[in-house]
């Protein structure tokens, strides 16, 4: 008894119209919680976005301030000049009132993204430097106020209002307004930290949406398969039957045998035609046989024709299997990892606020390859839709090669990042010379100090067409870690090897060989001492007595401020409670000893006692 209700069609019809669906829903629910996952993350960058903005903008403010106020000091014997250089000063003072205010007013923002790494570091830093920036230009302003005191037609008051600036300048207050630029590096550098896992939250989304469809495709092919064989048995059974009594009635010749037919389909039109041929096979035997022999042939000859387009099936598909194969390999062979050239020699005359700026050109490089990626990407949707500009857009995109600007600004942006972060490498590397956050003493290694500074100097050392290399030798000893401001004695020993490559780029001789000895020792269990000595033309007796001088130099106008001797100075024996001596010779060159504790325990007990 065969009971159908629906058609073969129809059958197939609705197992496809299941595993369509099936296919929609998963790809649908796949691609929505992609969105929503794109959606946070997409609003997560913005945030970060903004968050970076503000710190550039606030750390760029502090760090032009603070470039306006030293330059104040040689400006004070030109009251023009150092006007509108303290107007500027001023700008920036309001700049940084406002961006401070913003990024306190952005802090209290109740919709910030989860996983921010400054959610705290922020506040924190917002909290504990508060009242630095206020404090630092009311300082300034009193010092200013002093200044104008004076009469600055003078010498004595002019040498006396760059003493007050000076003072300013390395001032506790002052340190510690130039550690809000390297706590906004930190800061920076957390919030690019947190941009990286916001693109690859956009990694992540992206995965899972191709997971739920690829799941939901894996489904519905499972499905598919089901329903296939759930057809086919559907089918397969009245069909074997038929089969049956098909069988029967050849077998045991047994013509009177109908089959119960109770369906329109075409099973039951396939049994309304079986048993009208059984009904006449009665009168028909010799050419029912005659059938069922040109049928078995009929058999033979699909089954030959099945199995050798299995084999040509088997055989395309090895062939493509191969050719897959190939053209991975190809694909693998066609990737190339570009190599970018590292930048030259960016760095002449360079100094320890170095860092500054850097991080400031490192911080706006990413704005720039936004923006450029951004007009790059405007172009080429300009040129989708509108393949066919006029005549006078084409000739200057011709003149100005827009297809080499396209393919190469990319290029030289990635270059110029490369050369940033070789740069931001190399003076991180340096950090012990540029410490001027430190205002507390510190046990540190003086070598590392002077290795670091010989390396911002390595330019110099050169053999170039102008002047000859210079050797450095260097006879260290076995030092113990020395008590001290590591970023200013790094500033005496940068003061020092500049005079010392100075005096020998003078002499101008290639066949002396030009050379820089560095000597350090242990003078006793309480003092070291570090010796750097040229082998230059030397120091006139009437000129060693005023090196120290503030103010004297004799180099040209415009390359030195007669400073750095001075500064040292006072650096070694104000700040260390040490000793700094110069010992010269007319022809054989110049020495500078310095001695300073390895304690500065000792150097109070010494001062007590005295």
Not at 252 to 263: A, P, R, T
Not at 356 to 375: M, R, T
Not at 439 to 448: C, G, L, N, P, R
Request: include cysteine; glycine fraction near 6%.
């Amino acid at each position: 008894m065969l009971k159908i209700k629906l058609g073969i069609g129809q059958r197939i019809s609705l197992g496809y119209a299941i595993t369509l669906g099936i296919a929609v829903s998963g790809t649908v629910a796949g691609f929505g919680i992609g969105r929503h996952y794109y959606q946070q993350a997409s609003e997560r960058k913005q945030y970060i976005r903004n968050e970076v903005e503000l710190l550039h903008r606030l750390q760029a403010g502090v760090l032009q301030a603070r470039t306006h106020q030293q330059q104040l000091i040689p400006l004070v014997k030109n009251p023009e000049s150092y006007n509108e250089e303290y107007a500027h000063l001023l700008h920036h003072e309001a700049e940084i009132k406002s961006h401070w205010a913003k990024l306190k007013a952005f802090v209290k923002i109740k919709s910030k993204p989860a996983g921010d790494i400054n959610l705290t570091e922020i506040p924190k830093f917002l909290q504990t430097y508060n009242d630095v920036p206020q404090q630092y230009f009311q300082e300034l302003e009193y010092r200013r106020k002093q200044i104008q005191t004076l009469n600055l037609n003078t010498p004595k008051d002019i040498e006396q209002a760059q003493k007050i600036l000076i003072e300013f300048t390395n001032s506790d207050l002052a340190l510690n307004f130039d550690g809000i630029s390297d706590d906004l590096v930190d800061i920076i550098k957390n919030s690019y930290l947190t941009t990286k896992q916001t693109n690859e939250l956009h990694e992540q989304s992206t995965k899972l949406s191709q997971q739920i469809v690829l799941t939901s495709i894996t489904l519905s092919v499972g499905i598919s398969i089901l329903l296939a064989l759930f057809t086919s048995r559907a089918i397969a059974r009245p069909i074997q039957t038929l089969t049956n009594i098909a069988r029967r009635s050849t077998e045991e010749s047994n013509f009177n045998l109908q089959v119960n037919i109770d369906s329109n389909d075409e099973i039951g039109v396939l049994g309304n035609s079986l048993n009208q041929l059984i009904a006449t096979v009665k009168q028909l035997l010799n050419q029912q046989q005659a059938a069922n022999e040109q049928l078995a042939a009929y058999n033979e000859t699909l089954e030959h024709k099945v199995k050798t387009r299995t084999e040509e099936l088997s055989e395309k598909n090895i062939r493509l299997q191969q050719l897959l194969e190939e053209l991975q390999r190809t694909q693998l062979q066609m990737v190339q990892s570009e190599k970018m050239s590292a930048l030259g020699q960016m760095v002449a005359g360079i100094a320890h606020e170095i860092n500054n700026p850097v991080n400031f050109i490192h911080g706006n490089l990413a704005h720039v390859q936004e923006y450029a990626e951004n007009l790059l990407n405007f172009v080429q949707l300009y040129q989708k839709y509108y393949p066919e500009p006029v005549s006078e857009i084409v000739d200057e995109a011709e003149n100005i090669e827009l297809e080499f600007i396209q393919e190469d600004l990319p290029k030289m942006l990635d270059s110029m990042k490369i050369g940033t972060d070789r740069i931001r490498r190399i003076v991180l590397s340096l950090r012990n010379f540029s410490r001027l956050d430190e205002s507390a003493f510190k046990a540190v290694d003086i070598h590392e100090g002077i290795d670091s500074t010989l390396l911002i100097l390595q330019h110099r050392l050169k053999d170039t067409p102008e002047y000859p290399a210079i050797q450095i030798i260097k006879n260290y000893g076995n030092l113990p870690l020395i008590e001290c401001y590591p970023g200013q004695l790094n500033q005496v020993f940068m003061n020092i090897l500049v005079n010392a490559i100075d005096a020998l780029e003078e002499q101008q001789s290639r066949q002396k060989k030009n050379q820089i000895t560095i000597s350090t020792s242990i003078k006793d269990s309480q003092w070291v001492q570090i010796a750097i000595a040229d082998n230059g033309s030397g120091i006139p007796e009437d000129v060693q007595s005023k090196i120290f001088q503030p103010f004297f130099t004799t180099k040209p106008s415009g390359k030195g401020t007669g400073m750095g001797m001075s500064i040292s100075l006072q650096i070694i024996t104000e700040k260390h409670g040490g000793k700094l001596d110069c010992f010269s010779t007319i022809g054989q060159g110049t020495e500078f000893i310095i001695q300073i504790p390895v304690s500065q325990n000792f150097t109070l007990a010494t001062v007590k006692e005295c």
